[in-house]
């Protein structure tokens, strides 16, 4: 079998690395090291994105990978810490199915993504598209994180984790979106970071936690 | 020109609101602000209809008889629900519910999110389409928890993170556009144009386009409020202050269901299956039944009709996943007239749960005596809303029932039970609110009542005729819809 | 390359081997004591236990059975066993055929129930309790192990150890994700099953902490002696089986003296590398309750499976 050249193995040691975090992400019990493992799929995705930039000498995907060193790697994971000193929260004690399971349901999850993924990789035209089936599998992981938590800060960081999966998947099948489009989605990323912050305080003033079990009240009577 | 002043205004208007919404005049200032965009809005519509669809700017924004209708009912429902949060706002903040600082928050908020709506509605390139639709959850986000009490929370909390996620899956399908359109049209900012992917959308690669629009329907379907996505609007809608409600259920749901229908015009062009239309029937029937039986559970108003938003988007997303002239034009009209009549109730029930002091329905009791234009105002506006002629929403539903007839006959009984039941429901809920003993106290401003009335007049005369540059501009927009 | 040379490379590779292995064991806990501040025992520490060992009288109770006597024999023939077939100095040995790496994890499944036995044959409680450890810690090691051992055949096509270190010895360096996967998962597996910290604490002398040393506890002179060697050849065969799944470069074929030499030095430069590795691994990891094992072995798992996936994801 023909190796492939060093920026595609490259690149698919940096997709599996972002899967492994997607994994890790799942599975960590401390908020702490959430919000770091976080800030490192930011910059393994930086580095992704600037192989892809550097092998197809596209441009634009340097500033991609710029702005998203910018908001993923530095700013979300600062803003986030000083949330979570300024609301002391630091573990999140129990997940709503324990974590053997988790990681099961996770696994389905990934062979999921992959059948669903194979048949449009085989119509993309980059070199990446391969990755395509992984970037899939990490949103779906993102997602099962953020219903199998009970805190709320650990929903908003799959949800960001989410957020950095999309973005993988559009580096993957489409070298980027065009820069007008990424530079709006960064925008409603930090404005609804902000807006989460703020929501975190005024949750903590009313229930005096961040018990996601206060917020589930309202149900159909 | 027109747009340039129907997208500054409001977004200029977001940015004064948040240094001096906290004034005395600062309602009067936002109904200035929307009356200027509605102003506005009036005259990029009479550009429309004299000179046909017009491209703007470089490509990047496209009015044409679709969204251009749409851009004149939110520009004229912000004005009017602009106009009633004047008093409701002040009764609010008389009886402590609200402090100066949150209004200051509402206004600026108010104002930033009628911007991104018609942004999202005039917009031609689809990606920044997702990047307002996200937008306007962000900016309404904070306002459903004005109250700050702990069931704003939940439900501000539930919005955010299920349409949040719904958005997301949005994203993804955005992204499989773009991805197909990439092959066809070539990478840079074309490939997202609107208009470039309807000229091409026969070459687009059927499979990627098909898993797309799923994405797509269950993205934006969220924010539609289509079952089984639909457990954030009962909430937000009761939850939030009213005019809140009203412009969520008359106007964010309408975007959202423009921006899945111009996915559904791409999606069948390149399918060539009914595929598209199939999905769109089979939520919109099942949000129609789901909320029809859930509605006579309900013992908030405010959730009652919230209920009842979602059933009348799951009628329009039937009206246009059926496809053909009629149940376009159909989808149209009932867009509008669910506009009109859902927000007038609102408007209503706002005033009636401010004299209660409640909103829970076996507490209310009596409105006609204690005030009777918000008694008569609700019941008029329950009666026009549950389809009874000669309002316009028996004229849409009418023309509904008549393709689906002709063209999916099996779907019409599930249609009519769940139209009963719902009838039933409401009408059962409302009448002993509106009739029997009055228990409501005096309200220490006067109500403003205008719109509610001039919405039903507007409702009232769409039943009996529809003006025929009305019919014309529904005729093109349904065939440009096919 | 005749049978002679062939028989004597393998003869000398499994003597070699039994040799250090006391020395490795002695080298990972010099590192250790190194790594914590201490002055450690030397690295010949292992030689001089087992050799004290052997000069006393065996001590068994009075209801121990055959099995228990015969226990660390069988141990000890299995792991030596295990590691003679490890192509660690040279391919293609006469024993080759039967380093599969199936039939690997069934000799260390057979010692393991061995052991666990003999510990339950006395009847001390903590000897049961080490021995129920044992069994939940190899019953969740097991699958593991068997899935990095799939995903590291899948790039070769073949689970024969030899064919797998021939297959990536010879190929120029690709990073294979898969294997970087396999890797990480192999390493937790290794630590499981030798005991090490993070699932057990091989110096603790708290019995309800411990897992293999409780079911030992009843060993004295040459039995215990034997034990102690298989523990250590066990260390030495999961190293040995990474080093050949996954940094199998330096390796020679038999007959060729030359290479030999090379393969030697680059042997003992790779055991001293791993041996270190692993010394800080458990210097800056602390032991897990018992409880948590199951997730750190599923994590193992899936990390495997993970591997497996993105094989044929991305690989092929």
């Known amino acids: ?221 | 020109m027109e747009l340039l002043l129907v997208l500054g205004v409001p977004f200029a208007g977001g940015i004064v609101l948040a240094f001096w919404g906290h004034r005395r005049f600062a309602p009067e200032l936002n109904s200035g602000m929307s009356l200027l965009t509605l102003l506005a809005a009036v005259g990029l519509t009479a550009r429309i209809i004299a000179d046909g669809p017009i491209l703007v700017w470089n490509e990047t924004f496209f009015v044409d008889s679709f969204n251009v209708f749409l851009v004149a009912l939110t520009a004229f429902v912000a004005f009017t629900t602009s106009l009633f949060s004047r008093p409701y706002m002040r009764i609010e903040l008389n009886h402590g519910r609200l402090s100066p600082n949150r209004l200051r928050l509402y206004h600026s908020m108010y104002q930033m999110f009628s911007f991104t709506m018609l942004l999202a509605l005039l917009t031609n390139n689809v990606g920044i389409l997702w990047v307002a639709m996200e937008a306007a959850t962000l900016t309404t986000v904070l306002l459903v928890s004005l109250y700050r009490t702990p069931a704003s929370l939940e439900a501000a909390w539930k919005y955010f993170i299920l349409c949040g996620v719904g958005i997301a899956q949005a994203l993804f399908g955005t992204i499989l556009l773009y991805f197909a359109a990439e092959k066809v049209l070539g990478s840079g900012g074309t490939a997202l144009l609107w208009t470039h992917l309807n000229e091409v959308k026969g070459e687009l690669e059927p499979t990627v386009l098909g898993l797309a629009f799923v994405f797509l329907l269950v993205g934006y379907g969220t924010k539609v409020g289509l079952a089984p996505l639909h457990n954030w609007l009962p909430d937000a809608h009761a939850e939030g202050p009213t005019p809140i409600s009203a412009v969520l259920s008359g106007l964010l749901l309408n975007v959202a269901l423009y921006a899945v229908v111009r996915a559904k015009v791409l999606a069948e062009g390149a399918l060539g299956t009914h595929f598209a239309g199939n999905l769109m029937m089979g939520f919109g029937l099942l949000s129609v039944v789901v909320a029809a039986f859930l509605l006579s559970r309900q013992k908030d108003i405010k959730r009652l009709f919230a209920y009842s938003s979602i059933e009348h988007m799951g009628l329009m997303t039937f009206a246009f996943g059926m496809g053909g002239a009629l149940a376009t034009f159909a989808g149209l009209l009932h867009m509008t007239v669910h506009s009109l009549t859902k927000s007038a109730i609102f408007f209503a029930v706002g005033h009636a749960a401010q004299k209660s002091g409640t909103q829970v329905m076996a507490d209310i009791r009596g409105l006609i005596d204690s005030n009777p234009t918000i008694g008569w105002g609700l019941m008029i506006g329950s009666l026009a809303i549950l389809g009874t002629p000669p309002f316009g929403v028996f004229a849409s539903e009418f023309l509904l029932l008549t393709a689906a007839m002709h063209q999916q006959p099996w779907a019409t009984p599930f249609l009519l039970a769940a139209l009963g039941v719902a009838f039933a429901a409401i009408f059962g809920k409302v009448q002993p609110m509106v009739f029997g003993t009055a228990t409501a106290k005096r309200l220490p401003h006067p109500p403003a009542l205008i719109p509610v009335f001039v919405h039903l007049a507007i409702v009232l005369l769409l039943g009996l005729y529809i003006p025929p540059y009305l019919a014309e501009w529904y005729r093109q927009a349904a065939a440009l819809i096919g | 390359m005749s049978i002679t040379s062939g028989i004597v490379f393998q003869v000398l590779q499994s003597v070699l081997v039994v040799l250090i292995a006391p020395l490795m064991l002695g080298w990972v806990n010099q590192c250790r004591a190194w790594l914590q501040n201490r002055s450690g025992a030397g690295i010949w520490q292992p030689y001089q236990v087992l050799n004290k060992l052997f000069h006393k009288d065996a001590v068994l109770a009075h209801n121990a059975s055959s099995l228990f006597r015969a226990t660390p024999y069988i141990l000890f023939g299995c792991m030596w066993l295990a590691v003679g077939i490890v192509p660690v100095l040279a391919t293609s040995l006469p024993f080759a055929p039967a380093a599969d790496v199936i039939a690997l994890v069934g000799l260390f499944a057979l010692a393991r129930v061995f052991v666990s036995l003999a510990g339950m044959d006395i009847g001390t409680s903590f000897g049961t309790l080490g021995a129920r450890r044992e069994m939940m810690i190899g019953f969740l090691a097991e699958p593991a192990m068997l899935m990095t051992l799939f995903t590291a055949s899948l790039i070769s096509h073949s689970t024969s150890l030899v064919t797998i270190v021939e297959t990536l010895a010879h190929r120029e360096l690709v990073i294979y994700p898969s294997m970087a996967f396999a890797a990480v998962a192999f390493l937790m597996v290794l630590l499981a099953e030798n005991a090490r910290i993070p699932i057990d604490n091989p110096a603790t002398h708290l019995e309800l902490t411990m897992i293999h040393e409780a079911m030992i506890l009843e060993y004295s002179a040459r039995h215990l002696a034997l034990v102690e060697w298989a523990a250590s050849l066990k260390l030495t065969a999961y190293i040995t089986i990474g080093i050949a799944m996954f940094l199998p470069w330096g390796i020679a074929q038999a007959g060729d003296w030359a290479g030999l030499l090379i393969a030697l030095a680059v042997l003992a430069v790779k055991l001293a590398l791993a041996g270190a590795g692993l010394a800080l691994l458990e210097t800056i990891s602390a032991k897990m309750r018992i409880f948590r094992a199951p997730e750190f072995l599923g994590t193992a798992f899936m990390l495997a499976t993970l591997g497996m996936l993105i094989h044929f994801l991305l690989e092929i």
């Open chain 1, 1 to 221: 079998m023909p190796s492939l050249p060093l920026s595609s193995q490259l690149i698919n040691l940096f997709a599996a690395l972002l899967l492994l975090l997607a994994f890790a992400m799942l599975t960590q019990r401390r908020i702490l090291s959430l919000i770091n493992l976080f800030a490192l799929q930011g910059f393994v995705l930086v580095l992704s994105t600037g192989v892809v930039a550097y092998s197809t000498h596209q441009t634009h995907l340097y500033y991609s990978a710029l702005l998203t060193l910018i908001l993923k790697v530095l700013l979300l994971p600062w803003i986030l810490h000083r949330l979570i000193r300024a609301l002391n929260v630091r573990w999140d004690v129990e997940t709503l199915i324990d974590i053997p399971a988790t990681m099961l349901i996770g696994i389905v999850l990934v062979i999921f993504a992959f059948n669903l993924a194979t048949p449009i990789s085989q119509i993309a035209g980059t070199i990446t598209r391969s990755t395509l089936g992984i970037a899939t599998a990490s949103i779906l992981l993102a997602f099962l994180m953020m219903i199998t938590r009970r805190k709320a800060v650990s929903q908003v960081i799959g949800f960001l984790a989410m957020e950095n999966g999309l973005f993988f998947a559009a580096t993957s099948a489409t070298y980027g979106m065009p820069m007008v489009v990424e530079l709006g989605i960064a925008l409603d990323v930090l404005i609804g970071t902000f807006i989460f912050g703020v929501f975190f305080f005024h949750i903590r003033e009313t229930f005096e936690s961040l018990d996601i079990h206060h917020l589930e009240k309202l149900k159909e009577r």
